[in-house]
């Protein structure tokens, strides 16, 4: 296996995410597509750290503070959702757009 | 003394204005301060006439002050007293008191009476003025200034259309004689170079005015006196002028504002001597007037008229004996003229305030009813018939001597009028006081009038009595009121006793015809008016004077018709409203260029940005997934030409 | 050669159940989905011998953040049950370009670590982790960890009831 495996599936996730993001008309569609992305990375940091770097796991941290503000944003995130929810009683993207001019 | 003159007519106009802002406060609503300025006036006047008489004054006295000056020419204020202004003064003061006081009974509880003592004080202030003034200019304003309170007064009682007809009738044809007064003025300031009377005097009696320009000056002044003194043939003003009240036609319309016009031909008497032709229009003009106006009194019926038209013709005599060159025989005439005159008015004003009309067929049988009026009126009739030893006698037998010594045709007519004024007075006196009463109910009612009426006739009935004798005797009046210039022309030697004769007994017999006709052979009088009817329709229609000036209103309408016509219509039409057009075609057209053009430029930023804005609005769809697909497309050029190169 | 298959067994699943969490129209199946792909990268950390962050994968992103979306998924996803309107918007067709193109471009990019087969057997790999946590990126630990406790506080302020 090369390294280039691991890039290609992690690209393959990243723009599936994208997709996501860009198409997904339910709000907790686009947030998981955020994970998606966000997991993209961490193969990315985790194949590099093995293959270039295996003495000092500095990939490995970088993945842990990726985690870490994944798990923070998707709390954040999902708060934020409910509250627009109690108040919209929509979870559709496009809904939200009471700023619109 | 002299040095105050000029206090008289500041004096009466503070008067006219005191009465007319403060009378109310006043003794008699303001009468008492007219009164008064007007008794102090007269004191003065009459203080002055008999010193000048006697000779304690030295004449003539001048005095100015600068008033303005134009270029190098100096306008003044002032004063120029002779004998000539003296006579006029003692004239105007003495009937200006006796019509103040008559006036107290005559007005009495009229609704303007304090306006009318203000009226009377303006125009006895510009009177003044123009007697005593030094310059022609200040006399000019004065001039116009009577003119104006003729007319407020004619007018008094505009109520009636007649008296505001009247007055206006006054004022337009007085305007009329007016306007040859200032072109006059201005010629004879083109030949003098000054507006000081006696500058120009001292210049024409050197013979320093050009002959022809002097006497063309003069003829155009004299168009102004003929306005003024109603002379032929614009006289047709002054009869209607007797729709004004009866005072104000003795005051104004018989002694002294018709005489200015005289009083302004001896004025400037020098001036006229210069030429023959001047001294010629005044003197025909004079007779002429003095013939025709005493024809139109025979038929007339209105008491008031009858004394208009006489005053027309008396007034006719004084220009007459000035264009004859006896000059002291027309200012003789004219105070004697304003005694008698006055004192007719004021009777003919007392009986018209008896019996409320001024038609003589109404009257009749009055003689017991106001003996006073009766007595004065026949004294005033006398004189104005040259009845010795009346006053008329003495001052209308040196006219017609004058009016003999120049040319006897002048004569002729001169007693002709003389006779028909004999003649017509008598009737108007018999149709008065005579008779039967023709209205009964009008006579019942007719009574004597207060002692503030009666009172100034009889005072103006003992000068009509005496003054044309203590005048005329010792040649006193010659010594103050002389010409002492050159005539242009010689004067035949006239035996004066022939004169005075000739006259006595035209008038004597044409009186006393007069009386008989109409006393005991009323039907004859009459019968003639069916027979010449004709001529009593001319006379009636005062040779169609009227007709004729009415005619020239006519042709000045019709003639200002067809300007406005020509105006409207041809004017306005091709010149304004073409022009409109034009422009508003010329408009359309900017109006185009400016829509499509001008403001289509201007129009299509608005439209670019509008649609450009459209477009870009188009792109903030408000949609956060779309934004991030900009961002995708974005990053994706970007990268595309990061990697590329 | 079981390296070989684990790998590619472990990518096709992540790859299709990717797809399906930004495909399927029901959000509960994506959310089931996205849970097995998190699984997936796990596997594939496990494969790369980064155990350590295999543990905190399976345990924050497959216990925590699956779960929790779940959870959200119950309570505000649409689940009438009927027939679902459109999940997808009108722009997919743009996307779908975009995301080709830049799968195109990202294989070319990474194209030059084709060879790279180098690869350590894998160590533990706490204690260095630990070490350079604890040392070098100290400050940004306890930042993160302020922004963990910040976040936390925040979401308990969304989801309060309001006070009436």
Known sequence: MTLYHYLALSGLLFASGVFGVLTRRNIIGILMSIELMLNSANINFAAFNSYLYPDRPLGQVAVIFIITLAAAEVVVGLALVMAIYKNLKSVYAEDYNILKG | MLEYVYILPLLCFAAAGLILAFGKWFPGKGASIGIAVAGFNFAVAATLFFKALGGGLQLPYEHSIPWFSFGEHLATLGVYVDGLTIAMLIVVTTVSLLVHIYSLGYMHGDPRFKRFYSYLSLFTASMLGLTITSSMMVFFMCWELVGVCSYLLIGFWFEKPSAAYAGKKAFITTKLGDLGFLVGLLALFYCAGTFEISKILELAHANALPIAAAGGAAILLFFGAVGKSAQFPLLIWLPDAMEGPSPVSALIHAATMVAAGVYMVARLYAVYALSPAAMNVVAWTGAITAFTAASMALTCFDLKRVLAFSTVSQLGYMMLALGAGSFTAGMFHLTTHAYFKALLFLAAGSVLHAVHSNDMREMGGLRHKMPITYVTFLIGTLALAGIPPFAGFFSKDEVLAGALARNPYLFLLGAVAAAMTAFYMARAFIMTFHGKPRDAHKHDHAHENPATMTVPLMFLSVLALISGWALAHGELFEHLVNFEGALPFELHHVSHGTVALVSTIVAVVSMGSGLWLYRFKPEIPAALREKFSFFVDMLEKRYWLDAFFLMWVDIGDWFSRFLFVFDFEFLDQMAIDGWAWLTLKLGAVQGWIDTYIVDATVDMFGTVSLAGGRLARTVQTGFVQNYLLFVAVAVSIFAAIAFSG | ?164
């Open chain 3, 1 to 164: 050669m079981t390296e070989q298959i684990v790998f590619y067994l472990l990518a096709g699943v992540i790859a299709l159940s990717a797809i399906g969490v930004v495909t399927l129209s029901n959000v509960m199946h994506s959310a089931l989905c996205l849970g097995l792909s998190l699984a997936g990268v796990a596997g594939l950390f496990a494969v790369l011998g980064t155990d350590f962050i295999f543990a905190a994968q399976i345990l924050v992103y497959v216990g925590g953040i699956a779960v929790l979306i779940l959870f959200v998924v119950l309570l505000a996803g649409n689940n009438s049950g009927g027939k679902l309107p459109r999940q997808v918007n009108r722009q997919w067709l743009p996307a779908l370009i975009i995301c080709t193109a830049f799968i195109w471009a990202f294989y070319r990019i990474t194209a030059v670590y084709a060879g790279s087969t180098v690869k350590l057997p894998p160590t533990a790999s706490v204690r260095g982790i630990a070490s350079i946590m604890l040392g070098e990126f100290a400050v940004p630990f306890e930042l993160i960890s302020i922004v963990l406790l910040a976040s936390m506080t925040g979401a308990v302020l969304f989801g309060r009831r309001k006070p009436e």
